[in-house]
Structure formats: structure tokens, C-alpha cells
């Protein structure tokens, strides 16, 4: 077997592989289980810090006030479908069939209206306009520079005049806690990347300007399968940077989306922003 050169190369900072992640038919089956897992924080955090980031969210942002709630990156429903439940009236985005079907199913079943939509929130076209948009779990940094000015677009573009965003993403604290690793591991069926048998090369590579890249390569019988996944980290300053083109004011920082405010102890940093003008 030739092995690529990709191997062996430190791929360009946010560099893309072609290889579905969220929306490979069986990736995605194993991140449902994540996500519907209560104790563990692979997809969604654990559900006592849902229901507490629930909470807080009722009573900072009530749905009186902010009736109209876009859920971006809504994985399985499991905000949105809480979020229902004390009031508001959702709407959730993921561009994972395999959630959003599944979100659409439980809706049903416990009579919940959720409008679920299947869509990529970088191209997002919705008709209406909302009072407060969330996206949870960090998946912020997870896009490059560019994208991020995107989804910023995307998220004014479908605020009303007043309203809210409340996202989160990994902090600088956590980020020092990182080192470079390399591992392997050989998985012999039901793993999380194949039921069939592979090799896993894995390497973490730290990367300037606060930005991690957790690496994986599938090896496969004749095929060599690379996923990247990036991370930019935050800290107050480097976020609101993000934002100093538009037309957004900060209400408040929190260490998480549950409200709290442990800056120097927590991994997560959160921002409340309000849309000021209506010129977007
Ligand atoms: C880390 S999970 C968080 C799920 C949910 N917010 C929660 O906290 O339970 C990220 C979610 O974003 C979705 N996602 C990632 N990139 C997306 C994109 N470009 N457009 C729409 N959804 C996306 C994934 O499919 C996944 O469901």
C-alpha cells in the first residue's frame, strides 16, 4: 500500500478532509448514542447540566420576553425539546439526517411542536426572524475564521431587532491543559468509525493563535480514511474580536450556559450578545 504523503504532513490550519463526520450514515449512529447518552458529554454535555443551562436560560431570557428560540446545531432535540417544554416556541437546525429524524420522531411522540429543519447553519435560509438564537456545545470554534463570520451573518440575518444569541466555546484555560499526543488503536468491530475492523492513528497537534487539531486516520484494508477536527479556543478578548463588524453589544459573559461565572476555573467561556441595529 502507498501511504499518502497527508500521513505525514502537518495539514494548513482549519484544513478540511473530504470524509463526512456528522452526516456519515455510520459516524452519525454512533454520535445519536452519544448524545442520548445521560452520563457522558461525547455529543451533548450530560443531561443534569442541560436541565440546570435550561433553567437558567428561563429565567435570564423568559419565554414571555423572547417567545421565538432558534436551536442551532439542535443535534437530537434534546434543548430543543426541553426548551419546548417550558414555553418557547423552537425552532432547531442540524444538518445530521440521522438527528433531525430522529428529533422529528420524539416531537411526535410526545406531542411536542418543534419546527426541526435539516440544514446546513452556514447557508441557513429560514423565513422568519427570531428573539433568541442559541448554539451549544462549543460548536463555534469548531469552524474556521471565515465560517465563523458566517454563522455570525447567518445569526443576525434571523434576530430580530433586541434580540439574543447565548453561545459557548472552549476557553484559553482549557486550551493550556493541551498537549501534542500520538496513539493508536486497533479496533476489531463496532468501533466508532466502522463496524468493520480498523486501525486508528490518532495525534492531537497544537497549531499558533490558540487553535488545536484532533487528527485521525482510518486504515482500512487498501484505504486510509483522514478526519480533522479543529478547535479554536477563547478568551474574552479574542471572542468579542470576532464580533467588532456588527452590530452586537455584549450583555454578559458566563463560564458556561448554565450562567455560572467560575472564569478561572471552568474549560467553556459563554457570551449573551443582543443585535443593536437592524442593518445586517
Ligand atoms: C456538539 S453537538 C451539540 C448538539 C446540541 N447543541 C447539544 O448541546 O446537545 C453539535 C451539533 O451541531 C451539528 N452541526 C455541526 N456543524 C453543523 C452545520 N454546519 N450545520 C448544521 N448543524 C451542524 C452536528 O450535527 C451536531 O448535532
Known amino acids: 500500500m502507498n501511504l499518502p504523503q497527508s500521513l505525514f504532513e502537518r495539514p494548513a490550519v482549519y484544513q478540511k478532509t473530504a470524509a463526512a463526520f456528522w452526516e456519515d ?8 448514542k452519544n448524545h442520548l447518552n445521560p452520563e457522558t458529554e461525547g455529543a451533548s454535555r450530560k443531561l443534569s447540566f442541560i436541565e440546570e443551562s ?6 435570564t431570557l423568559p419565554p ?40 422529528k420522531q420524539a416531537a411526535a411522540k410526545q406531542q411536542l411542536e418543534i419546527d426541526y429543519q435539516q440544514q446546513n447553519y452556514l447557508s441557513l435560509n429560514l423565513p422568519e426572524k427570531y428573539d433568541l438564537i442559541i448554539m451549544i456545545y462549543c460548536d463555534f470554534g469548531a469552524l474556521s ?3 465563523r463570520q458566517i454563522v455570525l451573518q447567518k445569526m443576525l440575518a434571523h434576530l430580530k431587532l433586541g434580540g439574543k444569541i447565548l453561545f459557548d466555546v472552549f476557553s484559553l484555560k482549557k486550551f493550556q491543559t493541551i498537549r501534542e499526543t500520538k496513539n493508536w ?6 468501533g466508532f468509525w466502522s463496524p468493520k475492523p480498523y486501525l486508528e492513528l490518532q495525534q492531537t497537534l497544537i497549531y499558533p493563535q490558540n487553535i488545536t487539531l484532533e487528527q485521525s486516520f482510518i486504515l482500512q ?19 468579542a474580536n470576532e464580533w467588532k463588524q456588527y452590530p452586537v453589544k455584549v450583555c454578559a459573559w458566563f463560564s458556561d450556559v448554565a450562567g455560572h ?15 443593536t441595529t437592524d442593518k445586517t
Open 185 to 190: 488503536h486497533y479496533v476489531l468491530e463496532n
Open 25 to 32: 450514515e455510520y459516524i452519525s449512529s454512533q454520535m445519536l
Open 221 to 239: 484494508k487498501n484505504q486510509l480514511t483522514p478526519y480533522n477536527i479543529w478547535t479554536t479556543f477563547f478568551d474574552q478578548h479574542s471572542l
Open 261 to 275: 461565572r467560575d472564569f478561572d476555573q471552568q474549560d467553556t467561556l459563554a457570551v449573551l450578545l443582543e443585535k
Open 145 to 147: 475564521a471565515p465560517d
Open 64 to 103: 414571555a420576553d423572547y417567545p421565538k428560540l432558534l436551536d442551532l446545531g439542535c443535534g437530537p432535540g434534546i434543548y430543543s425539546e426541553l426548551l419546548t417544554k417550558a414555553g418557547y416556541q423552537v425552532t432547531g437546525v442540524d444538518f445530521s439526517k440521522r438527528s433531525i429524524e430522529y428529533a
Open 54 to 59: 435550561v433553567t437558567f436560560i428561563c429565567q
